[in-house]
């Protein structure tokens, strides 16, 4: 019972990679010898419930806090509670904003996540790209950070003008079809996909806010015999998306890695506890940056990237 | 004959010409008339099923008829609900009883007439003399010989449907100040409690309030009624005296078995 | 006491003049009737159809404003895929909300089957058959619970799916362990679960197995609903539990087989979900509540109980499938997709209303 | 003194001892008794709230009462539910009616006991025989007179009071095997359809069938009462011989105005 | 015809009897009671006592398991902290709910007042006061809007809402750009809109404004429903709305007010919630309508109207805060805390229900 408590709170608790952040903090908990104490908002979003998962975390004594921030902004008065408790928190993922709320970020940048798989299309198109017809799934109609970090990274890197970096959907380049949201699921990657389609029958590059996504996009590709000419990029890395890389439905995806980033979170706080100070962030960022890695089995030119055989033994699921 | 439909020279209080309403195939009200005097006992009766109710819910305002017009002393009125009636002075006991199951009995009697408290707390804080109203309610209830029920707070749903019934027939009585209109208000009770509400309906008379009663009980009918309008297939038949008909006269003109001689205007 | 031989009394005496009565009782004139009366009368004495004229103003006016695109055969045909999912969950779902209960869970034991059946099939490799099987006796198992708990603690439907949902939402996780179980996983090991899947063209229009067995799970229940005393007592415990159970129907057995039968229809939902998305999420029907009442609601249905139309729920999944697909077709944001999708089913609802109105 | 409460060497068909029920402060049922003999019309009499509803609904599986025992043939029963009652050949009307208003007429003559068609489409896909339904439905209500109503299919809530009632005693009687229980069953009703439902009665009696008649309407209860039950304050006060007594006196014992001389056992 | 004089009969015999008639109605002994009856009857009169029982005895169920972390006074008013979003805006779904109706749309008023509160006060400079009244005006003008369509169109509540919480989410959207204002901004220029965010220590218990504000608000609705003729109307309305419109109320009215002062208190709501979080994020409110729904449901409303009180539903928010609450100080994984909470509010319904009962 007097093993420090460090809390760990995810967006939700339904979404694989939150699920298997919380599958690393836990083996990093056994590891350390502290205790984990995990909590979730209920939808993608939810301030609300994180804040009360704060306070009950401060109320149950706890030493550290790993959070993966619903609203980066939002979510810093509660933080501020926190620390002002004497509490270690450390932002999972994304970073809080400003970054300098958190004691610490382990984070992955989601824009630079995009941007590899941009560029990695643009490339892969080559002359073509000047005429792709792009289709993009986003995760909902809400514009939260990490859905329009991932989808502006995505056009940067493949050359587009982006308008307003914080805002989707405000581009105007003629190669985009349009943007739908699929709350991140199959379902609703096969039917934002399907109306796409409709709306432009001759999309050629399908950018998925995450693999389930882009698992439903090629569903609906496939039902009509796209399958094959149709390019798909996604982020996130899980096993089931990298084997889908491997097996040739999705071209590339950006591997971000959860359990390291809970796992290094754990022992810093575990660090803190037993005296020890804050961790630092990486050079030249103002986060530790847990890497992202481009997975595809095609690669490009002098992107540097890792093939499916390698990224399966790396994956989160 | 048919005993004075109208009455010359004396306004009908209430009055009603070529009143229609249809409900898809069936035809509720089929230009039926309608006049009722200051002061009197009209008795309504009829076949089931033949549209008294729905001729009532229409001068109430229940009901909203495809076609006729509906006067009040001689101006004519368009009642778009029973608060507008109610407005007029017109009050009905409706054959649904148009009671609140949940709420209690004080509450139902002052339904939409609640009394507030006397000075600020009543006109600041809009606060309900509950005392007032349960003190009244129950008064009205003992006058019809009702206060079988165990407390004025007890919620009509727990009444038997005589006590309900008699919840109703309490509230309009006490608030009609021209006309009071009562479908069938005796179905459910006893032979006590039948009598109280026909002594209520001279009472009502007694204060120069009209009352128009429906009734399938011909003894009642003829006890107190000054005038019996017979309706029949949708529309009046005939307005009968009571004093220059028999009863059976009555039923056979109600039930078709004999046509009057003069059809009402 | 009064013994004095009062001998029993007769009929009153008016009464004696009954024999006499009249046996016409009431003569209605059959009139000609123009052709607008036709279509009144016709809507009146078939509600349901009041709905299908709704949705078919929505396809004329999505088809005015959006053109070919939205109205191709195949665009069309899509559309029924689209709906297939809320389609056979808004079944499961009418049958409740006619018994004037609300099923909260019926999403979570959609995704809880469709883990369960593909977990056995591809993860444990049991036969497919034996997968489905077992996935189908979950969902029944789901409903046994619901339905227990409303009918032997008679508490709120309302509460109970709450609860269960989150129950089997967390079961269905802990069991997947929160991973996908690819397509081509299941396309190779248990071809089966994905056969709603497959398709076929008719002129243009591609239909998949799913769309038919949605219409033929409509058509069944259309029969129960209608056509079988199941279906009329349904009707008689949502519309007065108590008059019901007066009058001799056991309402709580009823209340409890549309439970288990609503679990089983979601567990066929299950089906048709992974035959849709090809692979096995348990992130999956997480707006199905929702979307399920909703179509119930706008097919003209009370969550009072005692009305509602399976073809009704069919409609209107359509008409929300409609406004979806038109909207984007159309040029429009996705925010401002939402936003007139707001509007329609205020709009939807209200010209049904009206034309019901107009027509009654 | 009170006619036969207990018929000597007859065993009762019905019978019922010290029932009670409570609603919190109020005693609906105060240890009443209760006897029904083979072949006999009971009327049940009394003042409004004096529990007649809460006694047959006792007796019909409506209610479980707190304590008391019902015995059916001389053999303890314990109703559960309507339904139970039923099976055991009691048929009951309601005073609530106990109709599906969203239902049609015919759906509501047979609700619980639809008949299915013959053959493989009735015994496997257990199709209704809607139209044989119908039929039967027709023909009980044309027998009561209420065919004033347009379509055996008009909705129930689209009926006017009197014939919702006419639907729920044409029910009852069809069904009735042994015993027949109408909670005023002629309340809502006109002259004719009264009279029809009296007709009714008697003509369930010639079947073999008892019936309990609870009514407001002396005339009528003195008219076919074989024995009136006479309930007061939640008990069994006595039990008459109509021919022995007048309805005066039935009205004194009922309303306490006057107490019989011997308490029934 | 029959002009014979037949002279106006006079009462039948058979009633004249009645003069005579007792007038005592009916008696009753007054036995003494045990205490268990005096419980008993004590909740009989008391309904919404049976809430507060199932409240206590799941905070004692928790100290037990739990222990001092859980019993503290600084948890225990934490949970009362972490409940008044849920308590204000149940409130306005209490209202709604007696009238039979539902509110889909509370949370997307919350946010998009909260965010119109936020925009004119801190973004374009506008007197925070000026900004409050504004937004409190959005809130009345979204219950307009329900109520408009409820009682001007008839439409159903749950489609009007589900389509207008489409519409005001929008809004919000549109409205912020999807941007969250800093707390530290609010705080800088708007300290007003974080008034009830502020906190005073009561014998190391900490309640915020906020807390009370929820207090006071529960207490006004409580006197207008139960002390003065509008909350009375409420009921009525709810209860039966035929037999409420022939006694004379003004059901139109009745729900369009009812409507109207949801939406207000939701953008008091909005001001606690920006109390409570700081910063104004068009995110929030999102779990709002099901969490409210919950609240007044498990506080004992019944979802056809009629029945349900306020305080009810505060203890019901307050129950389902202690559950997760403590579940959350327990050592229980996310997972089976969904699980947990999911059994327990079936429990704590089972259970109000069986007090009822035996108390009855
Ligand atoms: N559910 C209930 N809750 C509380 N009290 C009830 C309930 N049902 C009946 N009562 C009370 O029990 C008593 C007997 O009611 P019951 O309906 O049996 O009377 P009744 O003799 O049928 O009267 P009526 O002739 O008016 O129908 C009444 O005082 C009534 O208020
Ligand atoms: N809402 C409705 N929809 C369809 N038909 C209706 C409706 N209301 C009444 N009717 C029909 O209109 C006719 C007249 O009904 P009404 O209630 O006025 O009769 P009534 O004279 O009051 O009969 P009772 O003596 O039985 O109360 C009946 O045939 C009834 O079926
Ligand atoms: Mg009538
Ligand atoms: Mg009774």
Known sequence: ADKPIVGLITKTNTNPFFVKMKAGADEAAKANDVELRSFAGKVDGDNESQVAAIENLIAAGAKGILITPNDSRAIVPAVEKARAAGILVIALDTPLDPASAADATFATDNFLAGQMIGQWAAKTLGAKAASAKIALLDLNVNQISVDVARDQGFLKGFGIDLGNPAKIGDEKDARIVGHDVTLGSEEGGRKAMENLLQKDPGISLVYTINEPAAAGAYEALRSVGRDKDVLIVSVDGGCPGVRNVKDGVIGATSMQFPLLMAAKGVEAVKAFASGGGKPKASPGLDFVNTGVELVTDKPVGEMPSIDSAAALKKCWG | ?265 | MTDIGSSRPAAQAFELVLDKGESRVAEFEVRARSPLQKLQHFLHANPTAVPAIVLLLSVAAFGFTVGSRFLSMFNLSLIIQQVTIIGVIGAAQTLIVITAGIDLSVGAIMVLCSVIMGKLAVTMGLPAPIAFVVGVAAGAGCGVVNGALVTRLKLPPFIVTLGTWSIFFALNLWYSASETIRSQEVAKIAPLLQALGTSVNIFGARFTYGSFFMLGLVALIWFVLNRTAFGRHLYAVGDDPDAARLAGIQTDRILFSVYVIAGVICALGAWALIGRIGSISPQAGQTANLDSITAVVVGGASLFGGRGSIVGTLIGALIVGVFRNGLALSDVDVLWQEFAVGWLIIIAVALDQWIRKVSA
């Open chain 2, 1 to 265: 004959m048919s005993a004075k439909p109208n009455v010359p020279g004396v306004t009908p209080l209430l009055q009603a010409r070529g009143l229609n309403k249809r409900y898809g195939r069936v035809t509720a009200l089929d230009h039926a008339d309608f006049d009722l005097y200051p002061g009197e006992i009209l008795a309504v009766i009829g076949d089931n099923g033949a549209g008294k109710s729905s001729l009532i819910r229409a001068l109430s305002g229940a009901l909203v008829p495809d076609a006729g017009e509906i006067k009040l002393a001689g101006m004519p009125v368009a009642f778009r609900s029973p608060l507008d009636a109610q407005a007029a002075g017109i009050e009905t006991v409706y054959q649904t009883l148009a009671l609140s199951p949940s709420l209690s009995i004080a509450d139902n009697m002052f339904l939409g007439r609640e009394l507030r408290r006397p000075g600020p707390l009543g006109t600041i804080c809009r606060m309900l003399d509950r005392k007032a109203m349960q003190r009244i309610a129950r008064e009205k209830l003992t006058e019809l010989g009702l206060m079988t029920v165990q407390s004025i707070n007890q919620r009509v749903e727990t009444l038997s449907g005589g006590q309900r019934q008699g919840v109703a027939v309490a509230r309009a009585a006490a608030f009609g100040s021209r006309v009071v209109i009562m479908d069938e208000p005796t179905a459910a009770l006893g032979v006590k409690e039948s009598r109280r509400v026909l002594e209520l309906i001279l009472d009502v008379r007694r204060r120069g309030v009209s009352v128009v009663l429906i009734s399938h009980n011909m003894p009642h009918v003829f006890e107190i009624a000054d005038r019996i309008h017979i309706h029949r297939l949708g529309r009046r038949l005939t307005v009968i005296d009571p004093k220059a008909y028999t009863m059976s006269d009555a039923v056979a003109f109600m039930t078709g078995a004999r046509a009057p001689i003069e059809v009402a205007a």
